[in-house]
């Protein structure tokens, strides 16, 4: 008699199986297959569309003056309140702001957002709590795990958006320019409440507005970066998007600086004011004050030599195109064969590859398509 068939086991029970065959087995990491690729996909959820998601790190910085402090202040609310961050869509959820430095003034900026949304004492209050003292996130994890637990419990909603405002005065001890304290300080950030978004406003790197300061392992680190440019002539704040890790980049997002009575006297009886941010729009071109002059001012010594190997591989191949009769425009190179010629030929160090390439697509002269490297954007 021949054997029933048997169904075919399951990616699930087959793992079941091999961890109950083996005494003090470890759980797995979580895991998937092809197949279950055709039984539907549910997208990620977000808690600010394309620029705050579950777990993902978001980084705002920008020089000195240029308002990023402002615009976290703004998208924070907008997530405590579940209220569009401008024409963005965002979903109500709890939110930890840990303010490293200057807690009146977070004061008079959050009554400020308030006042300028019409909400008053009566109405439901954003869901956010701040502190009144900076975070230590390299020696002392476990006080901002303690500091979460307590803004549940003044808020009555779980935390799901951390904000320090700035990772400078929250990182503790450590040095920024080093590449494991920054991971380190990162590791800390997202343990405070696993599965929280974790938002970070930092300061643009000396002499390279183009990226954060301090460890690469920041920018590389990050989901989602948003560079803050202002424009003293047109007054406008530009949020820049400069990296989406899964999607398209965001279209810049535009700002004027308004300062706004919270109705609050100092001590002379004249009312105390904050800023608010109102949508703005695109400078006209020839006010661009806030970008550079040329798009390659103030690029870094390995950032320049960098692009002056693509531009001189470039060149060869749209020569080489030509000869053969085909398209010269259609030019790109495989971002494995720049990175072999500028290693090869000592023009940067290989750990410094990347991170060149991120400050050159920050700055809009390359764009990344596939496995190719396309100069684009150059003044």
């Known amino acids: 008699m021949s054997a029933a068939p048997t169904r075919a086991e399951t990616d699930a029970e087959r793992t079941a199986r091999l961890r109950l065959a083996t005494p003090g087995a470890i759980d797995p990491l979580p895991l998937f297959t092809t197949a279950a690729l055709w039984k539907g996909y549910t997208a990620p959820g977000y808690i600010a569309k394309r620029i705050v998601e579950p777990r993902a790190l978001t980084t705002i910085f920008g020089d000195q003056g240029t308002y990023k402090s402002a615009v976290a202040v703004a998208l924070a609310c907008s997530i405590g309140s579940g209220r569009p961050f401008y024409e963005i869509k965002t979903r109500k959820a709890g939110v930890l702001y840990v303010a490293g430095e200057g807690c009146g003034g977070m004061r008079k900026r959050l009554r400020a957002y308030m006042i300028g949304q019409g909400l008053s004492a ?41 904000f320090f405002d700035t990772l400078a005065a929250n990182f503790g001890s450590g040095e920024e320019n080093s590449a494991s304290d920054m991971a380190l300080a990162i590791a800390n950030a997202r343990s405070a409440s696993p599965g929280a978004a974790i938002v970070v406003v930092h300061h643009s790197g ?68 904050a800023v608010v941010l109102d949508r703005g729009e695109e400078p006209p071109e020839g006010t661009q004050e806030g970008r550079p002059r040329t798009a390659t001012a103030g690029l870094g010594s390995n950032q320049e030599s960098l692009l002056k190997a693509l531009r001189r591989l470039y060149k060869m191949q749209r020569t080489a195109l030509t ?24 023009l940067l160090p290989a750990k410094r590859f990347s991170e060149a390439i991120d400050a050159l697509l920050g700055r809009g002269l390359i764009r990344v398509e596939g496995a190719h490297v396309l100069l684009s954007g150059e003044d």
């Open 122 to 162: 009566a109405d439901p209050q954003p869901a956010i709590a701040v502190t009144e003292a900076p975070a230590d996130l390299i020696g002392n994890a476990d006080q901002l795990r303690a500091t979460v637990r307590q803004a549940e419990k003044e808020i009555e909603l779980a935390v799901e958006a951390i």
């Open 206 to 273: 000396l002499g390279d507005g183009s990226r954060e300061r301090g460890s690469s392992a920041l920018p590389f680190g990050s989901d989602f970066r948003f560079r803050t440019v202002y424009n003293k002539a047109a007054r406008t704040i530009e949020l820049r998007n400069v990296k989406a890790k899964d999607d398209e980049l965001l279209s810049s997002l535009f700002f004027t600086p308004r300062r706004l009575g919270v109705e609050w006297l100092d001590s002379d009886g004249e009312e105390l004011t």
């Open 323 to 346: 000869r053969e009769g085909r398209d010269p425009e259609t030019a790109k190179i495989l971002l494995d064969r720049l990175r072999n010629v500028v290693v090869d030929e000592k």
